[in-house]
Structure formats: structure tokens, C-alpha cells
């Protein structure tokens, strides 16, 4: 096999994971598709695609799927996690005995464990520190896998210390439609990627209410703020929140019709219950559960965070949507920088 080609195993056959394994079997990688639901994997051997998650986009045959990790993970060099985050340190385990030290482990999981307030690479770190240390990449960045999937040109970003890991990653999955750049700043990318979410509830809130889109703006410029407050806290650089997982990936997942994150905000703003909205979900918004990690974090690290206090009021406190956000503007007034 030549160096340029790897064999990749993907774990996690949602709407990312499977757009994932396109991608990387278009660029000539020997893929493996792990899918957790049996009637999953079948219907994506029965139909070459996955027509519960991203259904109308037809998988490479270099792409097999299965539910085995043992098989997927069998003669790996390259490991993506496209998992929820609440699921990765218990599949983290489940995967150990097959892991080992030359693996490059991709993080494509947007999100922060809420018991420990660890980004996903501290997750895989804690659970394999008796055994190796991993060589770790995050992956984050704008990027609706149905859009990827589709050849959309995207744009993305890899972060790992040292910056050969990412760079592999960069090489092996760049492409004429999907470009990736990479960056040192793991803290960052990792906590970008997780707590734009959270900002992306609040914005559908504030769509669901009806207000328009001065109120999206301000809402996202100060969530920026937020977001780059906290990295900087937890030792990442301001920069990067400039970059494609900071202001990239909030612009995106705000505005963007495919985020599910801001489509729960718009159904919590029109008065639904949340119980009510994730019971009518198949796929995870990821923000509902980071806000209260990211509270948490906050919470503990000193950092003034308004509009997160304010989305896990909504979420986990029973405040009304629209009181929330009049409080939110009724806060102290005070100088912009």
C-alpha cells in the first residue's frame, strides 16, 4: 500500500462519520464504517448509502461497514471519532484492546464531557494513560456533512501538537471541495468547535421570537466574545477564535438552515418544550448538553459567560425563552473592548 494511502476506520455512521468516509474513499483511502445500529449497517450494504442519516449520497465501494470495532478497527493507521460527545469515553473503552501507539486518532466530535468538563482529546487521553499516549488530531471547522457529502467547496481546520499529525490529516483528506488548514491551537479548535453550539441555540431562540436579524448579530458577535474569553482561560490563543472554529463555525452553525443546534433555539423559542423537541429528533444536537458543561466550566474558571448562564437558565433552570432574552439586554451597560 503507498504511504499516501491509509486505512481508516470511522467510528460513527451518523450524518458526519458516513459524509466522512465518502470523502476519504474519494481520495483513494481504504475505508471502514462502524455504525452502533445494526439496521444501520444493513441498510447501507442493502443500498450503498445511509438513508437514515444523509440519504441520497451513494458510499464509494472502497467503503465497507460493519458493526464490529475489532473488524473496523483491524489493520487501522488512521482512527476517526465522529461520535456524540456524551458516548466517546465509554466507546473509548469498548475500542482500547484493539487501539495501539501508531494510530493517528482524528476527534471529529463537537462537544465537552459535562462530568469532567474535558474536551474529547482529554477524554481519549484519560482513558488510554495507562497504556500510550495518543497521537491526537481535532477536526473542526464550518462543515454540515450533507454539504460535505454533496462536494460543496468547504473549509476546515486540524489542530494537533505537534503539527506533523495534523498535517498528515491535511494531506490525506484535502481535496479540490474540501480544504483543510492546520493549526497548534488544540485548546481552541477543541472548545470553538463545542461552545459555538451553545451560541447557536440562543440564535434560533431569538429567530423563534420572531426578532430578526440585528438581534442574530449581536448575538453572535458577543457569543464570539464569550467563546473567546473561555479559550483564552483554558490556555488557547484569542487568534484562533478568528479562524474557522471560532467566528467560521458560529457564523455557520447560527445561521445556517441544517444546524440542528439553532433549530432546537427556534423550536424552544416558539414555545416548545425541550423534552418534546429532542424526543422528535433522531440526531444529537450537541449544544444541549455542552451547555451545561460549558456553565460548568465557566462557572469554576471565573469566566463571565452571559449568554451560556443564560441558555442553561432556559434549558435546565425552566426560564421563558423571552425573559431570558430581555435580561440578557437589560444587563449592566458597559464599554465593548
Known amino acids: 500500500m503507498s504511504e ?3 486505512r481508516m476506520a470511522i467510528i460513527g455512521a451518523g450524518s458526519w462519520g458516513t459524509a466522512l468516509s465518502i470523502l476519504a474513499a474519494k481520495r483513494g483511502h481504504l475505508v471502514a464504517l462502524w455504525s452502533h445500529e445494526s439496521e444501520v449497517a444493513a441498510a447501507i450494504r442493502e443500498r450503498r448509502e445511509n438513508p437514515i442519516y444523509l440519504p441520497g449520497f451513494p458510499l464509494p465501494p472502497s467503503v465497507r ?7 473496523a478497527l483491524d489493520g487501522a493507521d488512521v482512527v476517526i471519532a465522529a461520535l456524540p460527545s456524551h458516548v466517546c469515553r465509554s466507546m473509548y473503552e469498548r475500542m482500547r484492546p484493539w487501539l495501539h501507539p501508531r494510530m493517528i486518532f482524528v476527534s471529529a466530535t463537537k462537544g465537552i464531557e459535562v462530568e ?5 482529546s482529554e477524554v481519549l487521553r484519560d482513558v488510554l494513560r495507562d497504556q500510550f499516549e495518543p497521537r491526537i488530531v481535532v477536526l473542526s471547522g464550518p462543515s454540515f456533512a450533507q454539504e460535505v457529502a454533496r462536494g460543496d467547496p468547504t473549509a476546515v481546520v486540524a489542530a494537533s501538537y505537534p503539527l506533523e ?5 491535511q494531506r490525506s ?3 479540490p471541495s474540501f480544504r483543510i488548514y492546520t493549526s497548534p491551537d488544540v485548546v481552541g479548535v477543541e472548545v470553538g468547535g463545542a461552545v459555538k453550539n451553545v451560541i447557536a441555540i440562543g440564535a434560533g431562540v431569538v429567530t423563534g421570537l420572531g426578532w430578526g436579524s440585528n438581534s442574530v448579530a449581536a448575538l453572535i458577535t458577543r457569543g464570539l466574545a464569550e467563546m473567546t474569553r473561555l479559550v483564552v482561560a483554558l490556555g488557547g490563543r484569542a487568534e484562533t477564535m478568528a479562524g474557522l472554529a471560532g467566528v467560521g463555525d458560529l457564523v455557520l452553525t447560527c445561521t445556517g438552515q441544517l444546524s440542528r443546534n439553532r433549530q432546537v433555539g427556534i423550536e424552544l423559542g416558539r ?3 425541550l423534552p418534546e423537541i429532542l424526543a422528535s429528533m433522531r440526531q444529537v444536537a450537541e449544544g444541549v448538553r455542552t451547555t451545561r458543561a460549558v456553565y460548568r466550566l465557566s462557572q469554576r474558571l471565573g469566566v463571565e459567560m452571559p449568554i451560556t448562564a443564560s441558555i ?4 435546565y433552570e425552566g426560564r421563558d425563552p423571552r425573559d431570558v432574552a430581555v435580561a440578557l439586554m437589560e444587563r449592566p451597560l458597559k464599554r465593548e473592548i
Open 173 to 175: 483528506l484535502s481535496g
Open 4 to 6: 499516501d494511502v491509509h
Open 271 to 273: 414555545g416548545r418544550t
Open 116 to 120: 469532567t468538563q474535558m474536551r474529547m
Open 65 to 71: 461497514v460493519t458493526t464490529s470495532l475489532e473488524e
Open 165 to 169: 499529525y495534523s498535517q498528515l490529516v
Open 312 to 315: 442553561h437558565a432556559l434549558l
